[in-house]
């Protein structure tokens, strides 16, 4: 400890070990997005403008279920890093906890809605 400042001293705070997963994690995402973005964007893309009965029917197809599956996950995991940088770099105290909180509810709850729905349409 004889290199610590005096205030690291004092507050007794150091670092919180977790900077160097939470990069790898959002490198991780992010190179999954740049190879996922393109197969939902032809994928889903077409099926925009068709009715109901043929979106259904394509949906049917396990391939494109799982890539807008995996779409849905990595993008909403990426999303829940990112905006957890946002809320710790702006806020603080208990604003900062409950913003955490909210927004883990949120990204796991729209995990969790739309993989039930591309279940309930693929099956």
């Known amino acids: 400890m004889k290199f610590a400042t005096d205030r690291k001293r004092v507050i007794g705070l150091g670092s919180a070990r977790s900077g160097t997963e939470h990069f790898w ?15 939902f ?6 099926l925009l ?6 979106v259904i029917a394509a949906l ?3 391939l494109r279920a799982l890539i807008i599956a995996l779409m849905l996950i ?5 999303f829940r890093l990112g ?6 770099d ?13 927004f883990s509810i949120i990204s796991y709850g729209l ?8 279940t309930k349409l693929a099956l």
């Open 25 to 39: 994690t959002m490198t991780l995402t992010s190179v999954a997005l740049m190879v996922l973005t393109p197969l």
């Open 41 to 46: 964007v032809f994928t889903f893309g077409p």
């Open 49 to 54: 403008s068709q009715p109901y009965d043929a």
């Open 60 to 62: 049917g197809h396990p």
């Open 74 to 78: 990595v993008g909403l995991h990426h």
């Open 83 to 88: 905006i957890q940088v946002v809320v710790e």
């Open 90 to 102: 702006y806020t603080g105290g208990l604003t900062r906890k409950g913003l955490l909180i909210a």
């Open 111 to 118: 995990m969790a809605i739309g993989l039930f729905a591309i």
